[in-house]
């Protein structure tokens, strides 16, 4: 049970996929021009991911090691396919809303990440939470970017007239550079609320930034060392 919650903190806060990884991108920046297009993503997303990491799981240990990535890719394009029908038949108007997008979950780096990293060294069931916890955090990651887009470039939330009438909808935050305005925002925030954490002597480790280091030439893989901050609010391995 520890391990199960353990995974699905770790998706949504610690290791978000969006905010803290940074991975996705394509999909995030691309459809979120609306709440309810983030949220059918990061929930489409989230069905592959669990699905193909518990089945890539299960054959961990039948797949050979030099076929891998093929294997791997060959499943979830299955899964993506499966969905991709489902949502056509079923759910049509998000379907279209998504459109090229659904496909493209194949080569979503996030799902190819955690069945190398996770799934195919890890058993069925915590390969199953993990992907679970990084669709739900992917989801969430999402759904606030598409609704403050929604928000301020339509005046809507959820397809609802939110703002007064009197507001004035502010176009670009519902075209491509107001998803890199919005991202960063996000992103600054949740950074600045660590390093505030931090200084405070709060322990702020469920919330991770990465290192602030040289990740191309850094040997420490698992990257699980302590961090502080410095005089010069810089973070550095404690």
Do not use: W
Not at 49 to 71: E, G, M, Q, T, Y
């Amino acid at each position: 049970m520890n391990d199960i919650k353990e995974r699905l903190i770790n998706g949504l806060v610690k290791e978000n996929p969006t905010f803290v990884l940074m991975l996705g991108m394509c999909p995030t920046l691309a459809v979120t021009t609306s709440a309810m297009n983030g949220l059918g993503m990061g929930l489409t997303t989230m069905v592959v991911l669990a699905l193909s990491n518990a089945f890539i799981s299960l054959l961990r240990n039948i797949i050979p090691d030099k076929v891998r990535i093929p294997a791997f890719i060959v499943i979830i394009a299955s899964f993506v396919t499966m969905v991709e029908l489902l949502l056509e038949g079923f759910i049509p108007s998000l379907y279209d809303a998504l459109g090229i997008y659904i496909p493209l979950i194949v080569v979503n780096c996030i799902i190819l990440g955690r069945a190398e990293s996770y799934a195919s060294k890890n058993p069925v069931i915590p390969s199953l939470f993990d992907g679970i916890g990084m669709g739900l955090g992917f989801s969430f990651a999402l759904t606030c970017i598409g609704a403050v887009r929604e928000l301020i470039g339509a005046g809507t939330l959820f397809g609802m007239h939110i703002m007064p009438e009197s507001y004035v909808p502010c176009s670009i935050f519902i075209m491509a550079p107001g998803a890199f305005f919005v991202l960063a925002t996000l992103t600054a925030i949740q950074n600045k609320i660590k390093i505030n954490g931090e200084r405070k002597g709060k322990d702020m480790s469920k919330i991770q930034s990465g290192c602030g280091g040289d990740c191309l030439n850094c040997s420490d893989t698992g990257c699980t060392k302590p961090q502080k901050i410095n005089g010069r609010g810089e973070k550095e391995h404690a």
